[in-house]
């Protein structure tokens, strides 16, 4: 049968079949979620909802955009879709086969082809961070690995099952290698079940309009993305070269030292492919497990990743959250990557388990980047993932493993502050208090706002949490933490956020530890990182201000530090002294020069640049 183009397609699209489509996939992807949710074992994908669904086309393409995916392009590489069956469903975890979509062995993926007229027309996958793969630490996350051997279990893309039957010897293996086999167990059930039912629900989609008319509704949702985002937001960047880098600050092996992301964008209007991200000039790849391997597929990964922030160019906040990102983004950006041997283009068996440290920190370099290019219409620096938690044996003498991944405080916006503990992983959330301390022996003493830990800005940072746990019995604490040593910055004159920080009994730890040892009694505290702020804070309303302070999000003395305000009264009735906060700011204005930097990294800079106060690229 001659296939028809596109373009064809897309124009003959019937308008109200294309909504019906939309919103059907949409429907599916999020019933394929919420039974995964409702089914799965483990704390991280039922509570902590570290997981993610999606669907694409025969052609590979993503076709919706609630919340990113893995790639099919690893399966159909190794597996010809005329030889796929229905019931088949496909397994991987190997990040160095999987073209870029898996970052690290924890991330394990399923993948269930669709099938109408005896042909496969789609895919539906899902894939989610487990708590345990093997590996030489318990969650599967060496800090100081030197190779992804130490990791935990690699799976190539194999047949889980064969048309309904599992492949018990190969799911063996991965429990066996798991510290928490029946956990594992029950996830993976979840997955493959869950995605057989959403292929069930979308060939039925196939089977109601023919699949002739519900691919050219295909073509045209994700044709409609590629000129939305072209028309709405490309349009705002200006033309030119514009280049911006940021860090990681440690890898687990060596000494902190900056290890830079750096991108140089090229936006042409007129060109077929409006955006050029070149990332020459990034670190070499690491010794430790902070490296991410982006560089296949011609990074098609990577520009569904980082597409979201091109949101931020939307005309208004509610425009912003209508705008999905599916494969469409694709054809707008292309992506330059430097020799083989560098953070985004690391040589096995290089580590990257905790490749958080770069692919999150690429999205606030595309946010720096387009900071400078539209004169600061982006929002300051966000959150980033961080996984803290304690292993041990539980009170009946079970060994447990509780691990979390706490958000933090996003990121002051030309027009609002920043949202306080949100978590950059659409949906993700923190572990209940309740089930947590049913489950394992400690007890949550404070769960609440770290005062002070958003960045100071005329539109503030959102704050992260601050978080107490007395251990009931001895345990070890663990850690991968970014954002420990440089803070998210602020922009526009913004100030920087505070860092991550964990405590045990006053004890400071680092940010990267396997195995520290926690005495019963003893508590640990976890503060989380702050957004930056955006914006000076001489200019915030001291109004705005004080209301900060009986919030208990900025102290008094942070209102008279960091934005100039002087206040009285007790906490539930705070007055600004009007007289002595013009003064105290027309002091503080004073110390601030011509020449300040555009953007502001905190403290944390200069420790790891032998003494420079800021970057070269940070000025306008």
Known sequence: MQRTTTAESTSAADPVLVEIVEGTLASVEMEVETAIARTARSPMIRDAHDFRAGIHDVRLRKLTGRSYSA???????????????????????DVYLSEGGIGHLPDLCVTVPVFHGGEVVAFVQAFGHHDDIGGGVPGSMPSNARSVF????????????????PNRAALTIMTRNSRMPDSLAGDLDAECSACLMGARRLGELFDRYGR????????????????????????????????????AEHDGV??????????TLTVDHSAQVPLVMDFTGTSPQAKGPINHAGDYADGVFLKKWLAPILRNLADTPER???????????????????????LLTPIFPAPTNARTFVILRLLGVLAGVLAKATGGRMPADQETIRYTGVYGDGLDGTPYLMREVLGGGS???????????????????????????????FRVERLGLARDSGGPGLYRGGLGYDKHLRMLRDASFMSIADRSILSCWGVNGGRAGKPFVVEIDGREMEGLVDDSPVRAGEIIRVRTTGGGGWGSPLDRDPALVAADVRDGKVSVDGARDDYGVILSGSQNDLQVDAEATEIRRAELRALVTDDAPFFDRGPGFPSLSGGLPHAEVDLI
């Open 71 to 93: 790639l099919v392009q690893p399966i159909v590489r190794d597996f010809p879709t005329a030889e796929m069956k229905p019931g088949d469903v496909f397994f991987h975890n």
């Open 150 to 165: 130490e990791e935990g279990l690699m799976v190539p893309p194999i047949k889980l099952w064969d048309e309904g039957v």
């Open 212 to 247: 002739e008319a519900v691919e050219a509704c295909f073509d045209a949702i994700i044709s409609n993305t590629t000129e939305t985002f072209r028309r709405e937001l490309l349009a705002k960047i200006p033309e030119g070269t514009h280049v911006w880098e940021d860090y």
């Open 254 to 263: 060596d000494s902190p030292r900056l290890h830079t992301q750096r991108m």
């Open 320 to 342: 912003m959250a209508e705008l999905d990102v599916n494969e469409g983004v694709v054809p707008l950006i292309e992506m330059r990557f430097p020799e083989k041997g560098t």
């Open 411 to 441: 990121g002051g916006r030309w027009y609002a502050d920043g949202e306080d503990t949100i978590h950059v992983v659409p949906d993700s959330r923190n572990i209940p208090v309740e089930f947590a301390e049913s489950r394992w022996p």
